[in-house]
């Protein structure tokens, strides 16, 4: 079975540009998450998704972000403007429940690079 | 205050060597999941195990063994003979059942080089 798929790999922008990332969970899963991982601050949770509804978003870090998961396989992560301070690696994640314990399955990631 | 602290933030062996990679938690839930993943430098985090506060019992997956110890909130993992594809950052995580939600706290992550 394919695992979590993210789209693109790798993105470079300019400052100020509108970036999309694309995350399609492992089909059952219900739940999906989005984490950033940084040097200064490691994995960090942004928001979660269950059976396609945000359940918490309190990780986000302002208003440029926004995610969205319009049905069970597909899920966006959207940064506008961006900001040199946005690059990171951005990861997506899926889990079968949501329960404490479930073991959460990862994607490659999404290296962005904002100049 | 970390929930979960990885101590060693870079460790080198030689390859064969037998290395641990410590990882201390800080809970107050009864109930509780610890959880060690791996990235390599290709840069994905893969799932290498998962155990729950009420299975203390010690764990072997081939050159991989993990020591839970409940006493001292500790949760290492041991590579025996290691290789240089162990090369890689390794994370422990802890998700609480007191928040009803699957949260992982990550630690900072230890880096391992294994030198031919």
């Known amino acids: 079975d394919a695992g979590v798929i993210q789209s693109p790999r790798h993105e470079v922008t300019e400052m100020g540009q509108e970036v999309t990332l694309r995350c399609k969970p492992i089909?059952?899963?219900?739940?999906l998450f989005w984490y950033r991982q940084t040097m200064m601050r490691g994995l960090e949770l942004l928001i979660y998704f269950n059976n396609n509804v945000p359940i918490d978003d309190s990780g986000m870090p302002e208003d440029r972000f926004s995610a969205k998961m319009p049905n069970a396989s597909f899920s966006t992560l959207k940064i506008q403007p961006s900001e040199p301070r946005d690059s990171a690696v951005y990861f997506c994640?899926?889990?079968?429940?949501?329960?404490?314990?479930?073991?959460?399955?990862f994607g490659p990631g999404t290296r962005l690079l904002v100049l | 205050a970390q929930k979960v602290t990885q101590a060693q933030t870079e460790i080198s062996v030689v390859e064969k060597e037998d290395v641990t990679l410590d990882c201390v938690y800080e809970t107050r839930d009864t109930t509780y999941y610890l959880f060690w993943y791996k990235q390599p430098p290709s840069g994905e985090l893969v799932f290498l195990i998962r155990?729950?506060?009420?299975?203390?019992q010690n764990e072997i997956s081939g050159r991989y063994s993990w020591n839970f110890q409940k006493s001292t909130s500790s949760f290492n993992f041991t590579i025996t003979a290691s290789q240089v594809v162990d090369s890689a950052v390794y994370f422990c995580a802890l998700s609480e059942a007191g928040t009803g939600a699957n949260n992982l706290f990550f630690g900072t992550g230890t880096r391992l080089t294994v030198i031919p």
């Open positions: 089909s059952g899963h219900d739940y």
């Open positions: 155990r729950n506060s009420f299975d203390e």
């Open positions: 994640a899926s889990s079968l429940r949501g329960s404490s314990g479930e073991t959460q399955y």
